[in-house]
Structures are given as structure tokens and as C-alpha cells.
């Protein structure tokens, strides 16, 4: 049986309670004092005792009435505390302040492939096999930023809590740290976690907004080709929703609960997308973090990395990525050892990708590994059935934001929607909506209120004066073309990648029409 004895603190009075369990014969197994309360377990002692222990214990001046309990408090602690430890699916460490190793829970001596004794019976330097963390640890009263570490070989992202020795009893106040609690990440729980987070913006093909014969055919098609675990290759202009397409298909495949991470190759300069996307070694390169750190392939294992703007990726990366689609290895960035992943990748790009591969700008290999399935997006100006339904989605949600009663559209600016050609597609659309709600206090817009917020809502064109010639009428089009664009793309690479033209015929055209003009 297990007891609580309140008492009065005094010096002395513990002792005097154990003295009367010993004079009645009562073997003591636990003791814990936790002033104002002695929790003492006694396997002896039966409910038809404690009267006359009850009896014994008030003569000791200040002594209470004695209760019964069910577990004694450190040890419920205990119990708890090994609970914790044994279903966290990371490893964890506690060390002490010489950076020995006190506790291990069960996933971290798993992994170091030995028990959690044996585990506990060694120092830091010797799990993660590098001496300089254990002293640098130390040296810094265990206070680090979080940095990728070696256990029994595989890669994990250290975070450090210090543990600190209260400065006196009973205070909040935190002394010298006396050692520190290391909990350790593998690359796919990290993946797992990103994936969490923005999982709540993950749907089905009910998020693709439509009711248009383009968008229900493609609904069905995509339906078939999600389902079958091969890359896929998504093709459409720029704003119609590829990437939204792309999360559809990973949310009613078979990987839907593994993670989706993506990556717009067209965003970053090769070395970092590459670094990105297979990660790196400690001191790869100046800057890198310290440690090293895992890519999106190591982060996604088992779920889908999302390549937006494939066309946009250097020679270089397309031949390291067609050699991971070809056996699922990788090297890290500084880094001999061959890591194996199971990753879908789903590529999306607004560039005719036949035409690079004669250009040779893309590899005709890498082609047809990422265009095993393939499906494409209509642009806005072929849905013309879906340009009302998605704008009134898109007034409810610009509605909300702005915390403005929900808004509606009247005939005439009905009627704009419907006449404009949306180059920008869907992303123009919504920007455009997104102005008018912002920059208007009226209940129902205008076709004013969209040409205010867009400037035109007439389709791009290109008008120029009488010409004599074939020659002049193509050079005036020529011109008149290429000012306008320039002022939306300002480099002859991003003209040359609006037009899907090459770079060299783009540059040579500016130069020859004085553009920019001086």
C-alpha cells in the first residue's frame, strides 16, 4: 500500500516518521518528502492497519491524517516521462554536463542499434562519431542553433534545449545549465511537417473551380492518370493553375499522406536550386549551413516533389535529375554516399519542351522520363463557361479579406469579363477582382471599377499606321510588339521566354529596333 503523511515542516519530523514504521515492523520499498507531504510505498500494509498506524503517527508532534494514494508522484513522473519518450517517433538525448548520455528513448537506440542501456552508457562524441559537437556544446553552456548530425550513419537535424540547474529552491530562475535535451529530425519527418502545415491548402480536383466541358475532361483524365504512380508531366500558359492541378493529383493518389514539396526552377540560380533540391555536406560550400542539410528529395521521401517551371532548369540539373529518375540515387552536394528515395516527381512547365529538345536546350532524354503521363491545362480564354463562376469565387474570397459584405458583378462589367481575352489567365483574373474589391466601396461593380483596376480589360493588341511594303508592315508590327512587351518583360531572356522564342533572335530584333529606347 501506498501512503501520504502530511506534516508540519520542522527538522526532524521525516525521521520520526520513519521511526514509528520501523518500531511496528513495516519494511519501507520508496520514500519520497515533498514538504509538506512524506509519500512513503509499503508493500506490507493493509487497509486494517492504518488505524492503529494512524494511532503511532499522532504522537509525532505535527503529523496529519494519513490518505492513501495510488502511486507515489516520482514515480508517476517516471512513469510518464518513459511514456513520452517511448512513443516519440524521433530519437532524443538527454546528456549531462560532461555531455554523457543519462537517458535514450527507444527510437533513438533503434537507430543506433543498440539498446537504451548501453545507449545511456555512453558519451555524445561517441554516438554521432564527431568529437567537436560534444565540446562545442559545452563550450557554449549548451546553446546552439539547430545542425545536421550523423547516427549510426544516417543524416538528422539536431535542436538543443539547455537544461538549467534552478538557482534555489522553490524560485523560477534559471542557474548553469547543467546538460541539454537533443532531439533529432530525419529529412522525412522534416518533409512530413512542411507537408503538415500547408497541407490545408492540399484539395482534390473539387479545389479546380469549373464546370466547363475543357475542365470536366480534364477532371476525368487527371482522375486516371493520379492514380498511377509515374511522372508526370503538366503543361499550360502561365496563371491557368498548373500547380493547383499538380496538388490535386497528389491528394487523391496513393502517396496523399506523404509530402508535397515543390520547387520553382525558374525562382533560383542553379547552384541553389541544386542544392535545393539534393542538399548538401558540412562545407560543401562558403556558406552553407552548418552541418549540412537534406533537399527536398531526402524531406519528400514516399510523397511528391512538385518541379513548377521545368522548362527553366540548367543542363546541368537536367542530367542529375535524370539520373535520380532513372534509379531513385542521389549524391548530396559534397557528399560520396549514395542516398535511395521513393519520389514522385511532378513537373510543370509553360514552354513548348519538343521545341527546346530541337533547340537542344533541353535533353530529349529527360523529355520523355518526365513526360510519361501528361496533361494540359486550358487556358481561361478556352473556358469561357467558367470565367463568371471563378470570378464570383474569387469576389467571396477578395470579400472576406477585405471584410466587406460579399459583392456582385452587373451587366456590364458581366460583359467585360466575358470580351477579355486573359492572357494572364486564372492568376489575372483574380488579381483583377482582388483590385476592384479593394479599391471600391460599391455593393455591385462596374465594368469602370475592372477597367480602373486593370488599366484595360481589352485583349493585348498591337495597332500601327499604314504601311507600303511587306517589309515596313512587319518591321512596324515588329516594334510596336516588342516596346509594349518590354515594358512587362525588361531583359531579352525573359522577352525571349514570354514569346517561347530563342534568346539570340530576341536580342538581335531589340538591337535593331532601338529598344529600349534611349
Not at 18 to 23: E, H, K, M
Not at 59 to 72: F, P, Y
Not at 95 to 104: E, N, P, S
Request: charged share 25%; proline share 4%; aromatic share 6%.
Amino acid at each position: 500500500m501506498r501512503v501520504n503523511i502530511p506534516f508540519e515542516d520542522r527538522v526532524g519530523i521525516a525521521h520520526e516518521i520513519l521511526a514509528v514504521l520501523a518500531r511496528q515492523g513495516l519494511n519501507v520499498q520508496a520514500v519520497e518528502v515533498d514538504p509538506p507531504n512524506i509519500y512513503i510505498d509499503i508493500p506490507e500494509l493493509k487497509q486494517s492497519m492504518l488505524a492503529s498506524l494512524q494511532a503511532d503517527c499522532d504522537q509525532v508532534a505535527g503529523v496529519g491524517t494519513i490518505e492513501v494514494v495510488d502511486i507515489l508522484p516520482g514515480m508517476r513522473r517516471s512513469l510518464n516521462l518513459d511514456t513520452i519518450m517511448a512513443v516519440m517517433e524521433d530519437p532524443v538525448l538527454a546528456i549531462d554536463a560532461l555531455g554523457r548520455i543519462v537517458i535514450a528513448n527507444a527510437a533513438a537506440a533503434e537507430v543506433a542499434r543498440c539498446t537504451e542501456k548501453e545507449l545511456c552508457q555512453k558519451s555524445l562524441y561517441q554516438v554521432l562519431q564527431d568529437s567537436t559537437i560534444q565540446h562545442e556544446l559545452i563550450a557554449n553552456e549548451f546553446c546552439a542553433p539547430t545542425r545536421e548530425v550523423l547516427l549510426n550513419g544516417e543524416p538528422f537535424m539536431m535542436d538543443v534545449t539547455p537544461v538549467f540547474e534552478p538557482l534555489s529552491a522553490g524560485t523560477a530562475s534559471d542557474g548553469k545549465a547543467v546538460g541539454a535535451l537533443l532531439t533529432l529530425t530525419a529529412p522525412k519527418r522534416i518533409g512530413e511537417r512542411l507537408h503538415a502545415i500547408s497541407r490545408a491548402e492540399i484539395g482534390g480536383f473539387e479545389a479546380i473551380i469549373g464546370d466547363s466541358e475543357q475542365i470536366r475532361v480534364l477532371k476525368k483524365r487527371a482522375a486516371r492518370v493520379a492514380v498511377v504512380d509515374a511522372p508526370l508531366l503538366i503543361t499550360g500558359e502561365t496563371g491557368t493553375g498548373k500547380e493547383l492541378l499538380a496538388q490535386a493529383c497528389h491528394g487523391v493518389s496513393a502517396r496523399s499522406n506523404a509530402p508535397f514539396l515543390e520547387l520553382n526552377c525558374a525562382a533560383l540560380p542553379e547552384s541553389l536550386a541544386e542544392s535545393e533540391l539534393f542538399g548538401y555536406m558540412a562545407g560543401a560550400f562558403t556558406g552553407a549551413n552548418r552541418g549540412g542539410k537534406p533537399g527536398l528529395f531526402e524531406m519528400a521521401d514516399g510523397g511528391t516533389v512538385f518541379l513548377d517551371e521545368v522548362g527553366e532548369m540548367s543542363l546541368y540539373l537536367q542530367a542529375k535529375l535524370l539520373r535520380f529518375l532513372n534509379d531513385g540515387k542521389f549524391r548530396r552536394i559534397g557528399g560520396d554516399k549514395e542516398i535511395q528515395v521513393d519520389v514522385r516527381i511532378i513537373s510543370a512547365t509553360h514552354r513548348n519542351l519538343r521545341k527546346m529538345v530541337q533547340e537542344g536546350s533541353f535533353r530529349e532524354d529527360l523529355f520523355y522520363r518526365l513526360n510519361v503521363l501528361h496533361l494540359e491545362m486550358p487556358p481561361l480564354r478556352e473556358r469561357a463557361d467558367d470565367i463568371l463562376l471563378l470570378a464570383r469565387h474569387f469576389i467571396e474570397r477578395a470579400c472576406t479579406q477585405a471584410q466587406k459584405p460579399v459583392s456582385r458583378l452587373n451587366q456590364a462589367a458581366t460583359t467585360a469579363m466575358l470580351n477579355n481575352r486573359w492572357p494572364g489567365n486564372v492568376r489575372q483574373l483574380q488579381n483583377v477582382v482582388f483590385r476592384a474589391i479593394t479599391m471600391s466601396d460599391q455593393r455591385v461593380l462596374d465594368a469602370a471599377d475592372l477597367d480602373w483596376a486593370e488599366d484595360s480589360m481589352q485583349a493585348d493588341t498591337v495597332v500601327f499606321e499604314e504601311a507600303e511594303t511587306w517589309e515596313a508592315s512587319v518591321n512596324q508590327f515588329e516594334s510596336a510588339l516588342l516596346s509594349k512587351l518590354y515594358q512587362e518583360f525588361p531583359s531579352s531572356r525573359k522577352l525571349a521566354a514570354r514569346l517561347d522564342t530563342s534568346h539570340s533572335m530576341i536580342a538581335a530584333k531589340l538591337r535593331k529596333h532601338g529598344i529600349p529606347k534611349k
